[in-house]
């Protein structure tokens, strides 16, 4: 099954809805979900407008919000013992996102172009690293952003000087930097030993600690750790 541009319009529409729905609450929520809700709506309306415009790294990272989503609702589901209508409705819009993006036919249009691969010298193997580690960060990026804007007592500090390292290292690492896996991993380091806040998703109060989040960001710098040892070495 190819239909590759109808996939590709169905997972933006869903990814629209995301944003349009994140924004709407922050414009018109409560103050206390303000901050969660315009951060999300930047995830969302990321993944969309990257994913429109053709990035090549745009479908990798929608792909990885649509996994994050899938995760929450799992966890959700999960944690309240309910198979209620709203964490069905996350699973199925986000496994839309997810698994319409998935496969080689999608990966034409993105990052199966040859200009980009030319351009930055990169070879399959390359290309993979990148994939996995951008998916990766599509996962981790809103449970940070979440994390750090959460009400919670004081101005977390750390928590913030995380959040931009990992915003930094986003951005070098789609551009092939090697200071973006850097900054992946010096977040990672500042979030381990951080103390777990109480947040709001999907309208049900729910822990999100900090070690998973440090794990992933070192799951996204882990691809490249070998090829950087190597190049030391040599």
Not at 37 to 46: C, K, N, R
Not at 97 to 112: N, Q
Not at 140 to 151: E, K, N, Q, R
Request: glycine share 10%.
């Amino acid at each position: 099954m190819k239909l590759v541009g109808e996939r590709r319009a169905l997972a933006a529409t869903v990814l629209a809805f995301y944003f349009i729905m994140y924004l709407m609450n922050g414009l018109l929520g409560d103050e206390e979900v303000r901050n969660v809700a315009f951060v999300m709506s930047g995830v969302y309306g990321l993944a969309f407008f990257s994913l429109v415009a053709g990035y090549f790294w745009a479908r990798w990272y929608s792909v990885g919000v649509g996994l994050f989503g899938v995760i929450v609702a799992i966890v959700m589901m999960w944690v309240t013992k309910t198979l209620e209508q709203q964490f069905l409705f996350i699973l199925g819009t986000h496994l839309v996102v997810t698994l319409g993006l998935w496969g080689h036919a999608m990966s034409e249009p993105f990052d199966g172009q040859q200009a980009w691969r030319q351009k930055f010298h990169m070879d399959d193997n390359a290309v993979q690293r990148l994939g996995r580690s951008v998916i990766r960060a599509g996962v981790m990026l809103p449970f940070i952003l979440i994390y750090a804007v959460a009400p919670k007592q004081g101005m977390d500090v750390v928590a913030m000087g995380a959040l931009v390292l990992a915003l930094l290292g986003f951005r070098g690492l789609v551009q092939l930097k090697t200071w973006g896996v850097i900054s992946m991993g010096l977040a990672g380091f500042l979030m381990l030993g951080m103390p777990s806040h109480q947040v709001m998703l999907g309208g049900h109060v729910m822990a999100l600690a900090s070690l998973p989040i440090a794990l992933l960001l070192f799951a996204v710098a882990a691809p490249f750790v070998r090829p950087m040892a190597r190049f030391v070495r040599a």
